[in-house]
């Protein structure tokens, strides 16, 4: 199954906005983040077993404060272990997280002008956010909405 992308997840230091719902808070999201990566720590990249096994060890709507127990974070990078862009292509995350989600902020960016991603990508620059506060930026539509209110 091929999952839907957007640049726009890679961005400032990897978005996770789809990886949960119901955010807490910027400290209570960092503290769940940094007990998975805990959690995370052993598994073998190279064994889709034990990648199967990490992904298995909570139902999918088992969040931690509102983030995916799958999340963790490496050299400030935000990202997904079972991710097809972390596995050769292989997609781990099937049955556990809807992977043609995309935040509406993503979905409307795929269909403008080259121009205006442009604009929106300096816009997002110009925040000088953090991952995390990106991250939630994107999942409330924030960004999105002040973005098209100048433009």
Known sequence: MVYTK????????GCMGCCGHSFV?????????????????????RSEEEL????????PRDLRDGVCRNLIEKEGKIFCPL??????????????CDINYLCRTAREFLSWSEEK??????????????NIEYSMKMNDNSLFMEFTEIN
């Not at 808070?25 to 990249?45: C, H, P, W, Y």
């Not at 991710?83 to 556990?96: F, S």
């Open 6 to 13: 957007s640049i726009l997840c890679q961005l400032n230091g």
């Open 25 to 45: 808070s910027k400290k209570k999201i960092e503290e769940a983040i940094k007990k998975n990566t805990l959690e995370f720590m052993g598994v073998d990249l």
């Open 52 to 59: 199967i096994e990490f992904r298995d060890r909570a139902l």
């Open 83 to 96: 991710h097809p862009e972390q596995n050769d292509g292989r997609e781990l995350r099937t049955g556990h």
């Open 117 to 130: 991603q442009e604009r929106f990508l300096k816009f997002i620059d110009s925040k000088k956010l953090d």
